[in-house]
């Protein structure tokens, strides 16, 4: 991801140490850059409704949340939604078109999971990369939804990171 996005994304090039976070369940997994130390394992929900688990992590959740310039990851993982949608529905849910252009949507597989990826670009008028990954495991029994906001050169490695360490282990 980093050779393949890196065009698209303005910033430094430094790296990050790296720790693992998970969910408040002990369920989901990955490996996030230390210095994103603002992190919430709390249950992921959609219009107050609990759907599954979740971890968030950035240097700040807040400014994550609330503008382009900073770096930071959502991974949540549901059955709910598994049962409720199709495959591509998430994808097909989320529109940053209001802050980001549309750069595509690309095939994801690696050992456990498949499915798709859109990627948004310029988000904020900032040089911005979104990220946003839809993936099942064979069995279909959840989806896994990783969202990532990419404001450097570091911050690709920490994609490749991610998702070479995403997993759901319950």
Same mark, same amino acid.
């Given at each position: 991801?980093?050779?393949?996005? @890196?065009? &698209?994304?303005?910033?430094?090039?430094?790296?990050?140490?790296?720790?693992?976070?998970? &969910?408040?369940?002990?369920?989901?997994?990955?490996?996030?850059?230390?210095?994103?130390? &603002?992190?919430?394992?709390?249950?992921?929900?959609?219009?107050?409704?609990?759907?599954?688990?979740?971890?968030?992590?950035?240097?700040?959740?807040?400014?994550?949340?609330?503008?382009?310039?900073?770096?930071?990851?959502?991974?949540?993982?549901?059955?709910?939604?598994?049962?409720?949608?199709?495959?591509?529905?998430?994808?097909?849910?989320?529109?940053?078109? @209001?802050? /980001?252009?549309?750069?595509?949507?690309?095939?994801?597989?690696?050992?456990?999971?498949?499915?798709?990826?859109?990627?948004?670009?310029? /988000?904020? @008028?900032?040089?911005?990369?979104?990220?946003?990954?839809?993936?099942?495991?064979?069995?279909?029994?959840?989806?896994?939804?990783?969202?990532?906001?990419?404001?450097?050169?570091?911050?690709?490695?920490?994609?490749?990171?991610?998702?070479?360490?995403?997993?759901?282990? @319950?």
């Amino acid at each position: 991801f980093a050779e393949e996005l @890196g065009n &698209d994304v303005a910033g430094s090039s430094a790296t990050y140490a790296y720790t693992d976070v998970s &969910d408040d369940e002990g369920l989901l997994y990955m490996q996030i850059p230390t210095a994103w130390t &603002d992190v919430s394992g709390a249950s992921w929900e959609e219009e107050g409704t609990v759907v599954g688990n979740a971890v968030r992590a950035a240097p700040s959740l807040d400014s994550f949340y609330g503008s382009s310039s900073t770096p930071g990851v959502f991974f949540g993982a549901s059955a709910v939604l598994a049962q409720e949608l199709e495959p591509g529905d998430l994808l097909d849910s989320t529109d940053f078109s @209001g802050e /980001c252009f549309y750069d595509g949507t690309y095939d994801y597989e690696d050992a456990v999971y498949a499915g798709a990826y859109d990627v948004w670009v310029d /988000c904020g @008028g900032v040089g911005t990369t979104f990220v946003v990954l839809e993936a099942y495991p064979a069995s279909l029994e959840f989806v896994a939804l990783i969202q990532i906001q990419i404001v450097s050169d570091a911050d690709l490695e920490a994609l490749d990171t991610i998702l070479a360490t995403f997993d759901v282990t @319950g």
